[in-house]
């Protein structure tokens, strides 16, 4: 039997890091076949316990609640015990990718914000080519620090690449130094395509954007904003959907930052008919009920903690128009 360390190793990379077989053999200077014997082995050495996490009735029960109490379709995802952080977003992320499977057909425009968690969505897709789909991205990516085109790209393509879709990238920054610079943008025709395109499509996809967490947000933790933007936001929203800040009842207008993103406004987003959002920690709860009182989501995927801590607030914000 192979060494223990090298069975850990392998099972690690193919499990927790969920890298290829053929990427492991390659890095292993093995055969795709001999990795799958070092995984079977290390099945039968005990060094990986797989465990089948029926789909419980609580998750049912949670299900059938959320979907009464917000308006929407709402997926609660079981968790194994012991799941980390990382592991629990990308199960939210599979159940995701199949409710874009049955969300997504020809002829299609889908709209993806980028993102944490949609970077993990992008991941857990059903590939399968479809006729004349288009993915269109719906905020900018550009910071002071980096452009966020190879980021953005990796995201937005893996989306497109499923679908065999032709792919829109928004060369924008995610947030504008002033307003003068975004409204002169946007009378550019090479942005104004890209915005009609955002207008039309038929699905979106987004995640919530949150101030703390297990897995932080990209805005927060990638340079998007100044201090003075932080101390700002801290005092006013309590989250973000698409680079749009919102309010605990929903509302974003007035929020000066909004002023300044390129990401669409909620009156443009409910405009599209399904909007998809993903939710896998419970520290995003607050901005998650901001989003859903501004009816921004019709199809919700979430795991059984954050269910169970969205169902946990009695008092439903009102509805932003």
């Excluded at 990795?35 to 419980?56: T, W």
């Excluded at 949150?210 to 340079?223: C, D, I, K, N, T």
Aim: neutral net charge; aromatic residues 4%.
């Amino acid at each position: 039997m192979p060494d223990v360390e090298r069975l850990e190793r392998v099972a690690r990379k193919y499990y927790v890091n969920r890298e290829t077989m053929e990427s492991i053999a390659t890095a292993e200077g093995v055969s795709r076949s001999t990795v799958s014997r070092l995984l079977d082995a290390a099945r039968a050495a005990g060094v990986v316990s797989i465990q089948v996490v029926p789909v419980h009735g609580r998750a049912s029960a949670m299900e059938q609640e959320i979907t009464a109490r917000h308006g929407v379709s709402a997926r609660v995802v079981p968790l194994p015990d012991g799941v980390s952080a990382v592991e629990r977003l990308h199960h939210v992320a599979r159940t995701t990718g199949r409710v874009l499977d049955t969300a997504v057909g020809a002829g299609m425009i889908v709209g993806v914000a980028w993102g944490t968690t949609t970077s993990a969505v992008s991941e857990h897709l059903l590939a399968r080519p479809l006729a004349d789909v288009q993915v269109v991205q719906l905020n900018g990516a550009m910071n002071t620090h980096s452009s966020g085109v190879g980021y953005g790209t990796d995201v937005l393509g893996r989306f497109a690449a499923a679908w065999d879709a032709q792919l829109h990238l928004f060369p924008v920054p995610a947030f504008f130094d002033h307003v003068e610079t975004r409204q002169a943008m946007w009378r550019e025709r090479s942005v104004q395509r890209v915005l009609r395109l955002q207008h039309a499509a038929d699905v979106a996809v987004f995640g919530i954007g949150a101030f703390g967490g297990a897995v932080p947000s990209r805005v927060w933790a990638e340079g998007y904003l100044t201090g003075a933007d932080r101390a700002a936001l801290a005092a006013t929203a309590v989250g973000d959907v698409c680079t749009v800040f919102l309010r605990a009842d929903g509302s974003w207008e007035g929020v000066p930052l909004n002023d300044r993103s390129s990401g669409p406004v909620p009156p443009v987003l409910r405009r599209i008919p399904r909007r998809v959002c993903a939710v896998a920690d419970e520290h995003k709860v607050p901005g998650l009920l901001a989003a859903l009182a501004a009816g921004l989501v019709t199809d919700l995927v979430l795991d059984e903690r954050t269910a169970r801590e969205l169902l946990l607030v009695r008092t439903v914000p009102r509805r932003a128009t």
